[in-house]
């Protein structure tokens, strides 16, 4: 009997096997060429091209179990039975091959032979228009009338602005009464007794501008099934999270807690949460995202700390998500088996960002601190809600923390005015949200078109950078134009090309489109609609569709190109060896002048390493391997052990590229035919960009030998200056230091000197206040040392006091105070009184009863905080 989650989905895909789909792996959830999309958050998001006809599908009929992110319900996750941010979508697609009737006939069929659901607590949904669809349910299916219900346009009806729209039906499952019987527990409501397990979305009009409903031509099927919901009927769960698509990784959270799952409502909740954000979190992350601070990052970003905050609820104050990514990748291993291959390099990520959370977890404790001092000076009671939205949107501070902490204090928070900033935050982000749609996919079918007069395989560019060719299309303005003249910008599309077009981080080729009368510079080369597109500047004369052409690539750029494209692939090997097989390039720039080369690792590189790498790179170079290439099957050329690039999706025949027996690598991208042409590699610098990634810029060939003669240049320019040669540059370096060395201590023995005369100057400045003598003074140019001797001396001097010195930099200014025994035991303390001072000058510090120091990043408001003494000393002796 079919139960486990793997076992829904297997089934599922066997299912539509046998009815002649083509069985495709999960898309990742990255979207790739779609811009309008954050995530993929339907089974039917990395079929747009197919829908829309810009791309023809490798069959006309797809089955597929799509792994989905979405956040826009992010603050019900946990607290319902069925949201959540990352699940699993299974779905059957028809691109203009079967329609309604096979749609219909075999999801009733699935739900009912092979997943033997109860008949009788399946219900129908219908759009109320949609005849063909009622007949069909109802006279080929069998259902009596009363089982399928009619709805409205908001129910049934899939459209998004204008476009390819359709009726929808959808399966839905009765839990019965006990699920729940409130208002919303009816046939399209948001409660738990009628569960929507499958969406059928007939797609058969296109939308116009004017408002018409016109018959498509060719009509598609798009139908998604939540998995964790129909787990969830076949494994009797009260919700989604009891299944095992989630439950193993709550049961591990359990056994690290020792507190029950179902304690209380907010110990459910959290448990929830953990487990859904895990999920959603790792496998982004083994599919090539990284928290950042916008975009999807900022999701990831989000996920993360929301996680970590239920964390501690359930009493973590360590980074303990990490620990969770097994477990999951266990779980998920049907649909995402990156993550198991990635397992070392998500931990690192999410023990990163965990810890760097905690921190700035720590940072909100402060500023609120902050906060709640300045209401306090100003009488006042209420936090604003602005401030306290600000502590939750930058520090990730939740606001039940906030309340609870200002409640210590006195203070109430506006909560009103917190919910204010909280649906401005979401009105933002829906209007900066592009919704799916096939908008996007206009522009492409414009190119589509030409598809059909492009000769295949049309790109003669890995063998030639020359070609006599025909002119199939010209557009300008996005438009199809018939003719091209003098001064014009547009796109030229050839029958074919030898220009590279964009793609895997190689830059496309520039060159020249030519005729005796007529010249185009070709300032990029793309690719749309997999059509090769000439992005030119017409110089002279004009050129019409169907001209012949002399195509010619920029020769010179092209291989200085190449030398860049054949290093990436040497440095990718040779990070590997030297800092391990983690390491997986996430990103990559190969340009004429430079090479950009992203790669997971956890830690800068050391100079050691980096000369390591710098060095085995160059040693491959002078070993002079053959570079060569050849199409193979996919499966053929992962068994020679060739490296696929992290998060890319292959075709069943790919283009191997092999360096001698030092690097087999997949890829589409020109190179050198040996790697003697690369001439020589320098590594130019080494960085972070993210948590868990570094980047390595490096040059190659002439470039290489420019980056050399500038160094050596700036070399000989700094010898100038120091007045001697190259050769001695470091010994006078080190000469000049001691010398800078010895200035600096006899200045700082001077500063001593000057600070230790005013002390009989300063001492005349005691003053009396509430019977304590009490000095403070403000400074200029003293540091710590010399601040905290000038101090001491000053106590030693007197026999009862409280002293406060200040001394003011350009952007800081340093606090240090003492106080005398005798004032100690009459409640007196440095350290508080320091943390007072300092807060007024925007900064803090503390230390002991008898002494303390602070420091302060507003130095104008130093006399304000030197002023905070006397209140302090009324206070205390009052």
Not at 93 to 104: H, M, Q, R, V
Request: hydrophobic share 35%; with cysteine.
């Amino acid at each position: 009997m079919i139960k486990s989650g793997d076992e829904i989905r297997q089934a599922y895909l066997d299912f539509f096997e046998s009815k002649g789909h083509l069985i495709m792996d999960s898309a990742p959830l990255i979207p790739k060429n779609d811009p309008s999309l954050l995530w993929i958050n339907a089974g039917m998001a990395p079929f747009k091209p197919y829908f829309d006809g810009s791309l023809e599908p490798p069959k006309s009929r797809i089955a597929t179990s799509q792994k989905c992110i979405r956040t826009n319900d992010i603050e019900n996750v946990g607290k319902t039975a069925r949201h959540h941010t990352y699940f699993e979508m299974l779905g059957n697609f028809s691109f203009g091959d079967y329609f309604k009737e096979e749609a219909i006939s075999w999801a009733w069929e699935f739900v009912t032979d092979v997943l033997k659901l109860d008949q009788d607590k399946l219900w129908i949904t219908i759009y109320k228009e949609d005849e063909e669809a009622f007949k069909i349910w109802h006279d080929q299916v069998g259902l009596p009338e009363e089982r399928i219900v009619r709805m409205g346009k908001k129910e049934n009806f899939w459209q998004i602005g204008t476009g390819p729209c359709g009726p929808c039906s959808e399966i839905h499952y009765d839990r019965g009464v006990e699920a729940g019987d409130s208002e919303e527990d009816v046939l399209g409501g948001e409660g738990d007794r009628y569960l929507e397990i499958w969406n059928l979305v007939f797609t058969q009009y296109n939308y116009t501008e004017a408002g018409e409903y016109k018959e498509l031509p060719n009509k598609n099927i798009d139908t998604g099934m939540g998995l964790e919901r129909v787990a969830s009927i076949l494994q009797e769960t009260e919700t989604n999270f009891e299944t095992d698509l989630i439950k193993p990784i709550i049961d591990q959270v359990v056994e690290m807690t020792e507190i029950p799952y179902q304690k209380d409502e907010e110990s459910v909740t959290a448990y929830r949460v953990i487990a859904d954000h895990i999920r959603s979190a790792s496998v982004a992350i083994s599919d090539g995202a990284l928290p950042s601070n916008e975009g999807r990052g900022y999701v990831i970003r989000r996920l993360i700390r929301r996680a970590a905050r239920y964390g501690r609820k359930l009493g973590f104050k360590e980074p303990f998500l990490y620990k969770l990514v097994e477990k999951t990748a266990e779980i998920v291993k049907g649909v995402a088996p990156d993550l198991k291959k990635q397992l070392a390099h998500v931990k690192n990520v999410l023990k990163s960002e965990e810890e760097s959370f905690l921190k700035t977890l720590e940072q909100g404790l402060n500023i609120l601190e902050e906060m709640l001092a300045e209401l306090e000076a100003e009488n006042k009671e209420v936090l604003a809600g602005k401030d306290a939205f600000r502590l939750y949107d930058t520090y990730g501070f939740p606001l039940d923390l906030t309340e609870d902490i200002a409640a210590e204090a006195g203070i109430k928070v506006d909560q009103e005015g917190f919910e204010a900033e909280m649906a401005a935050q979401r009105k933002r982000a829906r209007e900066a949200r592009e919704e799916t749609s096939f908008s996007s996919g206009e522009v492409e079918k414009l190119y589509a078109e030409f598809k059909a007069q492009i000769e295949e395989d049309n790109f003669t560019g890995y063998h030639s950078l020359k070609e006599k060719t025909e002119v199939v299309g010209l557009l300008k303005d996005k438009q199809k134009v018939e003719k091209l003249n003098a001064g014009d910008s547009g796109e030229i599309i050839l029958a074919k090309t030898p220009f590279y077009a964009e793609s895997g981080g190689q830059l496309g080729d520039q060159g020249v489109i030519k005729t005796d009368d007529f010249e185009a510079e070709v300032r990029d080369t793309v690719k749309k609609a997999e059509v090769f597109v000439h992005q030119v500047e017409v110089k002279s004369g004009a050129v019409e569709s169907g001209t012949q052409v002399e195509a010619v690539v920029y020769h010179n750029r092209r291989q200085a190109t190449a030398r860049h494209h054949s290093a990436t692939h040497l440095l990718h090997k040779a990070l590997k060896e030297v800092l391990g097989e983690h390491v997986n390039q996430s990103g990559s720039l190969v340009a004429p002048d430079r090479l950009r080369f992203d790669f997971t690792h956890f830690s800068a590189l050391t100079a050691d390493e980096l000369e390591e790498i710098e060095s085995r790179v160059n040693q491959a170079v002078m070993e002079n391997y053959p570079v060569q290439t050849e199409v193979k099957a996919i499966d053929e050329a992962k068994e020679m052990g060739a490296t696929a690039l992290f998060g890319e999706k292959y075709g069943e025949e790919v283009r191997v590229v092999k360096m001698g027996d030092f690097s087999l690598e997949l890829c589409g991208g020109t190179h050198v035919e040996a790697t003697g042409d690369i001439g020589a590699f320098k590594i130019v610098s080494e960085s972070g960009i993210a948590a868990g990634v570094r980047r390595i810029e490096a040059v190659t060939g002439e470039y290489a030998l420019d980056y050399f003669n500038s160094k050596l240049e700036l070399l000989n320019q700094a010898a100038s200056e120091l007045k001697t040669e190259p050769d001695n540059l470091l010994q006078r370096v080190r000469q000049l230091q001691k010398e800078q060395k010895n200035l600096e201590k006899e200045l700082e023995n001077l500063k001593q000197k000057l600070a230790g005369s005013k002390k009989d100057e300063l001492i005349d400045q005691l003053q009396q206040i509430e019977g304590i003598n009490v000095l403070t003074a403000e400074l200029d140019g003293l540091d710590n040392s010399a601040l905290r001797n000038l101090n001491d001396q000053l106590k030693d001097k007197v026999d009862s006091a409280v002293i406060v010195l200040a001394s003011k930099g350009a952007n800081k200014v340093i606090f240090v105070a003492s106080v005398t025994e005798d004032l100690i035991k009459k409640g007196f303390k440095a350290g508080d009184i320091i943390s007072k001072v300092a807060r007024t000058a925007g900064g803090g510090g503390g230390g002991r009863p008898d002494m303390a120091q602070a420091g302060g990043s507003k130095p104008e408001k130093t006399a304000e905080a030197l002023a905070e003494v006397e209140k302090i000393v009324k206070e205390i002796a009052g």
